[in-house]
């Protein structure tokens, strides 16, 4: 019975929270309830993978009148098979049981409890989202059924996006009057950083600008763009362009386990290497190493296997190197180090500092790669950021992407507006130009341009009008026409030919890096937020820019294996971040955000699609048609809708 019924869930693209599978099969009718529940999900929602949350799972019992009979606890679901253990060594029976016989051991020791030592099994995996947050966020890439007819391009002046203050409580739903004015210079948009996330952006303000058009009467609309290409000519702009980082032809493996091997190992040996170079590190030794001699104190670096909490809730970690494996207690009357572990995940590599007792290692300090502050380079030229554009959609705003195209060529706005917009040097597009075919079930229906290469070609339309002195350079992200696993190679000229050709366009990997007259940019789509958002415990896709703080001090874009964001296991992990950029531009969760961490610009850039479905279940709203520039240094952000 219980496989019946999750294989037709399964079938139909729906994964159930453990909640609701198990008020479905605890019900009288297990198979009838979930037919019910799949037909009335199917004929409301569309989406590659669908997650049916306990409120939703509600709303449908109620619109179909549907009794569940029974309601017991939920389903544990959280011990699930450990993926392979790619180098380390197996550890035997013994060993094994020493280690819980300890971990007993120091939960009998907890002054506020009375309870016997802790059994064989009463170690449970962290769950990856806390009963507080219980709520699943949806994949946010999926569009709506029906869309307003587009506006006529009638120019009624830029709005520029009003002045935000951001906190953890609010994040991005409110916006202040349209009006509201503030300076702000470059020393003041970067606020130190705060151990309370909380607080993180409390004091940071947008700088902005209120864009006007100077000619209110002005109207412009075109019959066929085909007819101005404003790059048909090469352009006379020296660019200081150069790629620091593509894959598309570094991309190799074959499938086979030794390939994963040496992915995690190469993955553990980059970030090691960065670990070493802290000075509380330099003397870390292998785990083998642990414990000879007199000395029982330790200095490790290690890739994290499992997390997991004691009833008492102290933490386990179960460490590895090269050489063999380690359990770590972090004691949960240490309150500074169980508030580092927060944000811990599996695969990600770290230092431990601690004393070895037993079989057992107890931990003083945690120590992440992170990043060092940087010295803020001189900027005498601005770059323009786009992502999610989804051309080809019915929701795309192109009314909104040709006065931005406008504006770009210095045909709208002020006269302070063209200013900035005649300083565009470069445009980076951090993936999905396109809406993309079969990305989800059913996206047809949702599709104006059906099919992909025609998607390219009218996104080359659109690019044709960019004049020829901005250099246009533009990534793959989970809708173009790239392999879905990261990283992702350049979208080929089999479908988007159209784009190779103009003259001032060039592709590049996701992710990948580029020099910009000097300036460094990691451009990275950023599906590997899902996997944080879903798995750590405060963490949003409307605070994407905490998100890629995380990133960033993990030193790796996507550091979790094997769940929602797929990586292909090569020879070498091109995810890691190993050198330290001067600008980080994502994409992907339809959000804007920028903060200056360290002297990194770390900046998403929105979208040109409007709220999904699946956005508005969640109350997810989308920054739609705000794009952002970094003019001479200083961020900006720009509204054409």
Avoid at 1 to 9: G, N, P
Avoid at 303 to 310: E, F, L, N
């Amino acid at each position: 019975m219980t496989i019946k019924v999750l294989l037709k869930f399964a079938e139909n693209g729906i994964n159930l929270t453990p909640e609701v599978y198990n008020n479905i099969i605890n019900s009288e009718d297990p198979i009838s309830l979930a037919s019910s529940v799949i037909l009335k999900i199917k004929s409301k929602f569309s989406g590659k993978m669908f997650i049916l949350t306990e409120d939703i799972f509600k709303s449908i019992l109620r619109m179909e009148d549907i009794e569940n009979t029974k309601n017991s606890q939920p389903l544990d679901l959280t011990n699930s098979v450990d993926k392979n253990d790619n180098y380390s060594k197996t550890n035997n029976n013994e060993d094994d049981e020493n280690r819980k016989n300890q971990i007993n051991n120091e939960d009998s020791k907890d002054s506020n409890t009375s309870t016997s030592a802790i059994s064989t099994g009463i170690i449970e995996n962290t769950s990856t989202i806390s009963k507080e947050d219980n709520k699943i966020i949806p994949r946010i890439n999926e569009t709506p059924k029906s869309r307003k007819k587009p506006k006529s391009r009638v120019a009624k002046g830029l709005d520029i996006f009003k002045t935000k203050e951001i906190n953890e409580n609010k994040a991005l739903e409110e916006k202040p009057a349209i009006n509201e004015d503030v300076s702000t210079s470059n020393e003041t948009t970067e606020k130190k950083e705060d151990n309370d996330d909380n607080d993180i952006n409390k004091a940071y303000k947008f700088p902005t600008i209120k864009v006007e058009d100077t000619q209110e009467n002005r109207s412009k609309i075109r019959n066929n763009i085909k007819n101005s290409k404003r790059n048909s000519d090469i352009s006379n702009v020296n660019f200081d362009y150069k790629v620091i980082q593509d894959t598309s032809k570094q991309s190799y493996t074959n499938g086979e386990i030794g390939n994963l091997i040496s992915y995690f190992k190469n993955r553990y040996e980059k970030l090691r290497d960065i670990l070493s170079k802290r000075p509380e590190l330099r003397t870390y030794q292998n785990i083998v190493d642990i414990g000879q001699g007199n000395t029982t104190d330790f200095t490790i670096i290690g890739m994290i296997r499992d997390i997991k909490i004691t009833k008492n809730n102290h933490k386990i970690i179960e460490i590895e190197d090269e050489t063999s494996n380690l359990t770590v207690l972090i004691h949960n009357e240490n309150n500074d180090l169980m508030k580092s572990t927060e944000k811990l995940v599996k695969d990600e590599v770290i230092g431990i500092i601690g004393d070895k007792k037993g079989e057992l290692g107890i931990a003083s300090r945690i120590i992440q790669p992170s990043v060092h502050r940087i010295a803020e380079k001189p900027m005498d030229f601005s770059i323009a950021f786009l992502s999610d554009v989804h051309i080809g959609s019915m929701t795309f705003l192109e009314d909104a992407f040709l006065k931005f195209i406008d504006w770009i060529n210095g045909d709208f706005g002020t006269d302070e507006q063209r200013k900035i917009a005649k300083d565009v040097k470069y445009l980076i597009i951090a993936g999905d130009i396109v809406d993309g075919i079969g990305v989800y079930p059913n996206q047809d229906k949702e599709l104006n341009i059906k099919d992909i290469t025609e998607q390219y070609d009218k996104a080359a339309e659109y690019l044709s009008e960019i004049r020829s002195d901005v250099k246009i350079i533009i990534g793959p992200g989970n809708h173009d026409a790239s392999r879905v696993a990261e990283p992702q190679p350049a979208v080929p000229p089999k479908y988007a030919n159209s784009l190779y050709e103009l003259n001032n366009v060039e592709f590049i990997s996701n992710p990948g890096i580029v020099s910009l007259e000097g300036i460094n940019v990691l451009i990275y789509h950023g599906r590997g937020f899902d996997d944080m958002v879903m798995g750590v415990k405060g963490m949003t896709h409307q605070r994407n820019d905490l998100v890629l703080e995380e990133l960033l001090k993990k030193r790796h874009l996507a550091p979790i294996y094997g769940e929602r964001t797929p990586l292909a296991s090569e020879l070498e992990d091109h995810l890691v971040i190993d050198e330290i950029p001067d600008i980080i531009h994502t994409g992907h969760v339809h959000i804007n955000t920028y903060k200056k961490y360290n002297g990194i610009h770390m900046i998403n850039s929105g979208t040109f699609q409007t709220q999904t479905e699946f956005q508005k279940i969640y109350n997810i709203v989308p920054t739609c048609a705000e794009v952002p520039v970094l003019y001479k240094g200083t961020y900006k952000q720009l509204k054409f809708v």
